[in-house]
C-alpha cells in the first residue's frame, strides 16, 4: 500500500509564497515521475508541475511558469513546491501524485498513487 500526504497549504495574500511538501511510504514504493496536481471548486483537476525520476527535468503548467518551482528528494521519497508570487487564481486544492512512468507526464490518467490534498486559498 503506498500513502502519499500533503502538507504546507494555507491561507496567504496576493503576492506571497507556500511551500507545498509530499512524503510518500510504502514497502517496495519506486516512483518514476511525481507531480502536482490543483482543483478549484467546480473545476476540474489541472496539472500543475511534475518532475522526472531523476529531478533533472521539469514541466510546468504555463499559467504557474516562472512562479512555481517542483523539485524531489529521492532519499526522502518527497515532492515539493515552491510556490512564489501567488495570485487569488491559484486558489484550490492541491495534491500531489505519483506515476510508475519515467518521462514528464501531464494526464492525470498517467498517475497511480495520489495525496488526500491540501488548500492553498490566496487572498486579494
Known amino acids: 500500500q503506498v500513502q502519499m500526504v500533503e502538507s504546507g497549504g494555507g491561507l496567504v495574500q496576493a503576492g506571497g509564497s507556500l511551500r507545498l511538501s509530499c512524503a510518500a511510504s510504502g514497502r517496495t514504493f519506486n516512483p518514476g515521475a511525481m507531480g502536482w496536481f490543483r482543483q478549484a471548486p467546480g473545476k476540474e483537476r489541472e496539472f500543475v508541475a511534475a518532475i522526472n525520476r531523476s529531478g533533472g527535468s521539469t514541466q510546468y503548467a504555463d499559467s504557474v511558469k516562472g512562479r512555481f518551482t517542483i523539485s524531489r528528494d529521492n532519499a526522502k521519497n518527497t515532492v515539493y513546491l515552491q510556490m512564489n508570487s501567488l495570485k487569488p487564481e491559484d486558489t484550490a486544492n492541491y495534491y500531489c501524485?505519483?506515476?510508475?512512468?519515467?518521462?514528464?507526464?501531464?494526464?492525470?490518467?498517467?498517475?497511480?498513487?495520489w495525496g488526500q490534498g491540501t488548500q492553498v486559498t490566496v487572498s486579494s
Open positions: 501524485a505519483a506515476s510508475s512512468w519515467g518521462g514528464l507526464p501531464t494526464g492525470l490518467i498517467a498517475y497511480d498513487y
